[in-house]
């Protein structure tokens, strides 16, 4: 018989207290490994998004930024216009490498998702969207056949949920005018592929909007000119402009303030744990307050007991922290679709990622609060004299 | 001296609490030689608990000196004193004081957890078989009568092959016949293994059935017996 034995013997004799305690460390740490998982898989997930966007800056009109960035990245680029003029005006500027204008529009679908409504993203494009789009590709069909035809192309998801495919006719919820579907084109795990796009020119005449966009997506030959680009362009009063950099950094410090507060959220949770364990522990140092009396005299030194009771609060820790990477690993899904329901921009891909690193990381960190809220019990039951503890049994 | 097992010089006790002080014992003499099989009697209150615990490391003297198997305790670290506890002292007391959640086999074993390194410690097996428990092994304390616990407690305090079996009102607890069956097995190990026995009791006749009675009485020691055999 081992110290292991005796310490699991003793833990197994309250076994729902135990069970209680083990599952207070299990969520602590099943908190702990979501929310490391997410600081990990979010950033990585708005990373990637970004970069599949293509360009490096957007022009759009005066607004508010968070706004703006926020429609931006679903594919809105604001719906505040900005003149075509000001698209003429800047392409000729020596730091742009790539120039493309947008025109988004949304439009109320109350078909959509079953009968339930929706919008729908409505993107107008020329052909200079192309080349600032390297991941995007026609996949089935052709490009427009002319500059304002009543024709779209669908990105995948939108094809996939309307089940539509090449030369099939659709059209726009209020607008009635049938479009033919000319191509679709591939998945790009981001906003874009729910997005119906139009030439520009018939965006703006279907819309009333002729002579607008919502935004220039614009890729510089140096990004490090930014700034002297920002400057040129600050004349002009209507516009501002973003860059995705910016973007992102404007995402990441709305998320990192909601990030404190689950952070401080877990950080509760681990510390309640760990009084909890205490608690037990203390608790069934002091009911076996005899029993430890009895241990001294039979000739167990203040270290034995001391390792015995360190032992008990460590195999709850353990068992907690196997429990609790279990429901992070396998309820990491539940917690993903509420993330995503909580964010103001939930990007692509996964949000909760979960690695073997994260796990052994958050497994030895609760080990070493095992450790360390173990000391304190185990130094009491330690410190008790024999004689003392087999008077009081009397 | 070779041959003893515990010199008392002058030892003193006194409990002292908020409101008195309790003199325990009161500078008393007393020399068990190894491989005797001695009696401490005497009224509640004379004193024999406080002198078995102090030969047995569970209390410390307050003046005096106490020589056990050679070592003055007063003079050795907490650290130290649990240690001889475990290797030369075996302790058998009157609520016999088991583990309820270990069954009779593992409350034998449990001080083979803590002594680590033993050179020469008994099989708990061949202890209990001996104390007459061998078909009792995997019972729990609560499914095991007085007498069965006590001999439980008994083949605890042999496995780490003590020098000095200690034992405080062992028979407190049990009727007239286990209490006998006790002390015909303290009688058996002391002749067979030569091992020192002391035993505090109020039982006047059990206490006649061992070698020499120390009669203590409010700390002093009334009368020194040695019976003729």
């Given at each position: 018989m081992k110290f292991f034995i005796l310490a699991y013997k003793n833990l197994k004799r309250r076994k729902s207290r135990s069970f209680l305690t083990i599952g207070g460390v299990a969520v602590a740490v099943a908190v702990l490994v979501c929310l490391l998982g997410f600081n990990a898989g979010y950033q990585g997930a708005l990373t990637s998004d970004i970069d599949k966007m293509g360009y490096q800056v957007v022009v759009t009109a005066k607004g508010c930024p968070y706004e703006a960035a926020t429609m931006i990245l679903n594919g809105e680029a604001g719906l505040k216009f900005i003149d075509e003029d000001i698209y003429k005006q800047i392409t000729s500027d020596p730091d742009i490498d790539k120039i493309t204008p947008l025109l988004a529009q949304l439009a109320y679908d109350p078909e959509k998702m079953e009968g339930k409504g929706g919008f729908t993203n409505y993107l107008g494009i020329e052909e200079s969207y192309m080349p600032l789009k390297p991941n995007v590709e026609i996949i089935e069909g052709k490009w427009f056949s002319g500059n304002d035809v009543n024709e779209v192309i669908l990105g995948y998801e939108a094809a996939e949920s309307e089940q539509k495919s090449v030369g099939d006719k659709i059209s726009i919820p209020g607008k009635d005018i049938v479009f033919t579907i000319v191509g679709i084109f591939n998945r790009t795990?981001?906003?874009?592929?729910g997005t119906v796009f139009l030439p520009l020119k018939t965006t703006q005449r279907i819309f009333d909007t002729e002579g607008k966009l919502t935004g220039i997506g614009i890729k510089l030959k140096q990004i490090e000119k930014i700034s002297e680009f920002e400057d040129r362009l600050?004349?002009?009063?209507?516009i501002q402009v973003i860059s995705m950099s910016q973007v992102k950094g404007t995402i990441l410090n709305l998320v990192n303030s909601a990030k404190i507060l689950i952070m401080s959220v877990a950080f509760i949770a681990i510390f309640v744990a760990i009084i909890g364990v205490i608690n037990t522990i203390l608790m069934s140092v002091f009911e076996r307050t005899q029993e430890i009396g009895i241990m001294k005299a039979i000739g167990a030194s203040r270290l034995d007991i001391f390792q015995l009771i360190w032992m008990e609060t460590l195999i709850v820790c353990t068992l907690g922290g196997i429990f609790g990477s279990m429901i992070a690993f396998f309820g990491g899904n539940l917690v993903e679709l509420l993330v995503r329901n909580v964010m103001p921009y939930a990007p692509g891909g996964r949000l909760l990622l979960i690695t073997p690193e994260l796990l052994l990381f958050s497994f030895l960190g609760v080990i070493i609060v095992g450790i360390i809220s173990g000391l304190y019990p185990a130094f009491k039951a330690a410190s008790m004299r024999p004689i003392e503890v087999i008077r009081s049994g009397e | 001296m070779k041959d003893s097992a515990i010199s008392a010089n002058k030892l003193k006790k006194i409990y002292s609490s908020a409101f008195e002080k309790i003199i325990?014992?009161?500078?008393i003499d007393i020399e068990i030689k190894k491989g005797e099989f001695v009696t401490i009697m005497g009224p509640s209150g004379a004193g024999k608990t406080t002198f078995l615990n102090l030969v047995g490391y569970l209390d410390r003297p307050t003046s005096g000196r106490l020589d056990i198997l050679g070592g003055n305790?007063?003079?050795?670290n907490e650290g130290r004193l649990s240690r001889i506890r475990i290797d030369k002292i075996g302790f058998v007391f009157e609520d016999f004081f088991l583990i309820s959640s270990l069954n009779a086999l593992e409350n034998v074993q449990l001080p083979l957890i803590f002594a680590k390194k033993f050179k020469n410690n008994i099989n708990p097996e061949t202890l209990l078989k001996r104390v007459g428990l061998d078909h009792r092994l995997t019972h729990f304390p609560n499914e095991l009568s007085g007498g069965e616990l006590q001999r439980v407690a008994v083949a605890r305090a042999l496995v780490n092959n003590p020098e000095i079996l200690l034992a405080d009102?062992?028979?407190?607890?049990?009727d007239t016949k286990n209490a006998q069956g006790l002390f015909d097995l303290f009688r058996e190990l002391n002749k067979e293994e030569g091992l020192t026995i002391v035993v505090a009791t109020h039982n006047n006749r059990l206490g006649h059935s061992t070698d020499r009675i120390i009669h203590l009485k409010d700390g002093k020691i009334e009368q020194d017996e040695r019976l003729v055999k």
């Open positions: 795990g981001s906003q874009e592929d600050y004349p002009i009063a209507s | 325990a014992l009161k500078e305790s007063i003079e050795l009102e062992p028979t407190g607890n049990l």
